[in-house]
């Protein structure tokens, strides 16, 4: 599926000038599709038609089929553009909408999913919805166009009713955006509750394949993180177990690139083999760092393969050559999903020859007849490489430096096949993610593409998305659009100083500071605690909604908070640390009824439970004495650290950490502090070492 660009001469509806390639899409629709806009709620106001509105996304399989099916027919756009006006929206630019909105279908049908398709009064009630309807009954769905009629034919004979339940509906949805009461006002969130959710993951655990719960599964990288912390804090090696275990079933199935690098979205069935194929940002930018993680505990090669070659996927594939990263692959290529992913025998034997052939595909399952349509997804579930090197009678490594030419080459011929579309907008909030991710990557394995590829997106978000000091949520075709978001500010705050701990430029410090600032002044619930998702300065909505659980992305309340906390410790600022309490206490009522659901807010309550290890060293960055201890500090699981650096002599001014901080006699030197004490100051990376070795009574 391709979008329309300027220059093209068929007919167009209302979408001319958006920059969305979702949007874009169905630009020569003969639905005659609107943007959410002023314009487009006016005239439903004032015509009295009922709204359909459609929320999808570029990379969307579903959607493009619906788009095939239904917006493209001649008769169904008729009806429509008769009875209804028709808005288009992609969820990636307005999530709030898509809340809304999802939040209403799942009360009125137990489910939801893309593309959304929701009916609203004239003042933006809903009142009917669902997802996919094909043109004619089908899977049990009836027919789209049967669909309309029959709403069109209920709010000519039945309006009054139609509104009276749109609007028992929308005192539902606003009745969930309210502030949650905590049981005991003066308890924030607290180690009971990730131990808690620790337990409640264990009881869905699939020993045998990973994850938790039966397929679909979608990568847990929350319940990831929930796990490492619990190990961490506590030594359970049964939390570890489940991680290994997840990370490494994910790692051989279909769902992870064998040729490329990267995640699909998820995985149609239990054995992580069969992915939805589309490829998202976010995954690569969550699960990057949950693998990293999960190397500096045990140190496996197979983890850092993915790290690395996830982010080299991302720098190949998904970033922009301004430095941004773009938003997602789609699954289908050629109007069919998956095609640019699946090999027979023949065409590996083609690209590597006969002998290397038989050999790559008898490591990855591909076979005559296939896993797939036909075909095969390269996997391993056959064998791990170091289960097959053992078996070859040869070492894990020096079976992988025999295939990374063989799979280098099959890349290089899968990039002659028509490439799935790419969705190449620029998100504020999931370019903070892929920040982290490659600060996080840096940190770990000490690859300077990787601290480059941060440096170049902040400096591109920063340049491109903060507008006369305000932050914006989307940027395609030379044009910022659209007033962030909740997640916007926390993700790129956080991203900013995971960036700042890797590279020590000042400026991400303070840049992710004043985002911080400008969040807990515009989004903070100064009456229930918590945050909104949309400022108050955000146009009027149905309902102004709260990011509390975990889901594709993690909590915008949860990296608030926790983000607060870090750039408190940092700045010794007392009203950032407030906020971030304050905000522990106002969930967690929210949080003890379904801990394993707030993964990102459990971050925050361990982060704020302590202790902190707080490291400052003193040196010059570049100088190989000063690496060594950067390395002790960074090549260690450390959840709750942050981590200064001043080269000796620096002014460090708004820094408390760093104040009084000299290099011993000119050498590097590294200071470990907890709270208001701190260790004795050493040179040594082996002293450094033992400073910060888990204390665990």
């Known amino acids: 599926m391709t979008h329309s660009e300027p220059g093209d001469a068929r007919k167009t509806n209302h979408l001319a000038g958006q920059t969305s390639p979702y949007l874009l899409q169905h630009l020569h629709n003969p639905v005659d599709w609107h943007p959410w806009e002023p314009a487009a709620l006016d005239r439903a106001r004032g015509e009295g038609k009922p709204i359909f509105l459609s929320i999808g996304y570029a990379a969307c399989h579903w959607c493009h089929v619906m788009e095939r099916e239904s917006f493209e027919d001649e008769s169904i756009a008729a009806f429509m553009n008769e009875h209804f006006i028709p808005i288009k929206v992609d969820r990636e630019e307005r999530p709030d909408l898509d809340e809304i909105y999802m939040s209403a279908v799942q009360l009125m049908t137990g489910s939801g999913g893309w593309p959304l398709s929701v009916f609203l009064t004239p003042e933006l009630k809903p009142f009917f919805g669902g997802t996919y309807f094909p043109p004619d009954e089908r899977f049990g769905r009836p027919g789209f166009l049967m669909v309309l009629r029959s709403v069109a034919a209920a709010w000519e004979s039945r309006r009054a009713d139609i509104e009276t339940s749109a609007e028992e509906l929308t005192s539902q949805i606003r009745a969930i955006g309210r502030a ?26 699939d020993s045998r394949w990973g994850g938790f719960g039966p397929a679909p599964k979608f990568p847990p990288h929350g319940a990831l993180g929930v796990l490492l912390r619990e190990h961490a804090r506590s030594g359970e090696a049964s939390s570890l177990r489940m991680v290994e275990t997840t990370l490494d079933r994910m790692a051989l199935g279909g769902m992870y690139d064998q040729i490329g690098g990267g995640f ?225 500010h926390a993700f790129l705050a956080r991203g900013l100083l995971d960036l700042y701990e890797a590279g020590f430029d000042r400026g991400h410090l303070e840049a992710s500071a004043r985002i911080a600032r400008s969040m807990a002044a515009r989004f903070a619930d100064r009456d229930g605690g918590g945050f909104f998702f949309t400022s108050e300065d955000h146009e009027t909505l149905l309902a102004r909604t709260r990011s509390l659980h975990d889901g594709a992305l993690p909590s915008g309340a949860g990296v608030a908070a926790e983000t607060l906390l870090r750039l408190a410790t940092h700045l010794d600022d007392a009203e950032l640390r407030g906020t971030a309490v304050q905000a522990l206490t106002a969930y967690r009522g929210a949080v003890e009824r379904a801990p394993a659901a707030f993964a990102s807010l459990l971050a925050a309550a361990d982060f704020a439970e302590g202790p902190v290890h707080e490291i400052a060293i003193v040196g010059s960055h570049e100088d190989l004495p000063t690496r060594l201890l950067l390395q002790e500090a960074w090549r260690r699981y450390l959840p709750n650290r942050i981590i200064e650096l001043a080269q000796p002599g620096e002014r460090v001014d708004g820094l408390p950490l760093l104040a009084g901080k000299t290099a011993i006699g000119g050498a590097a030197t590294a200071y470990v502090c907890r709270g208001t004490a701190c260790q004795a100051p050493t040179t040594e990376p082996e002293a450094l070492a033992r400073a910060l070795a888990p204390s665990r009574s």
Do not use: C
Request: no cysteine; proline share 6%; glycine share 8%.
């Open 180 to 205: 949650p009461r905590p049981p005991n006002e003066e308890e924030p969130l607290g180690l009971a509750e990730i131990a808690r959710a620790a337990a409640e993951l264990s009881a869905r655990f």
């Open 264 to 488: 699909a979205r998820y995985s149609t069935d239990e054995r992580w083999l069969v992915p939805h194929f589309e490829k998202m940002l976010t995954d690569q930018a969550l699960l990057a760092p949950a693998y990293a993680d999960a190397w500096l505990l045990t140190r496996k090669p197979l983890y850092r393969r993915i790290v690395e070659r996830t982010l080299d996927f991302v720098l190949r594939e998904m970033t922009a050559p301004e430095g941004g990263f773009t938003s997602s692959l789609d699954a289908d290529s050629e109007g069919h999903e998956g095609r640019f992913y699946i090999w027979s025998p023949e065409e590996v034997s083609e690209a590597l020859g006969p002998q290397d052939g038989a050999f790559y595909s008898r490591i990855y399952g591909i076979v005559p007849g296939g896993n797939f349509e036909g075909k095969s997804i390269p996997n391993l579930l056959g064998g791990s490489l170091a289960e097959q090197a053992g078996l070859l009678g040869t070492t894990e490594q020096e079976l992988v430096s025999r295939l990374e030419p063989m799979g280098a080459a099959l890349l290089a011929s899968r990039e002659r096949r028509v490439r799935p579309a790419t969705d190449d907008k620029v998100l504020t909030a999931w370019n903070g993610l892929m920040i982290s991710a490659f600060a996080r990557g840096y940190q770990a394995f000490g690859r300077s593409e990787d601290l480059r590829a941060a440096r170049r997106a902040a400096e591109f978000v920063l340049g491109h998305l903060l507008v006369d000091g305000r932050l914006l949520v989307s940027y395609r075709a030379g044009r910022p659009r659209l007033n962030a978001y909740l997640d916007d």
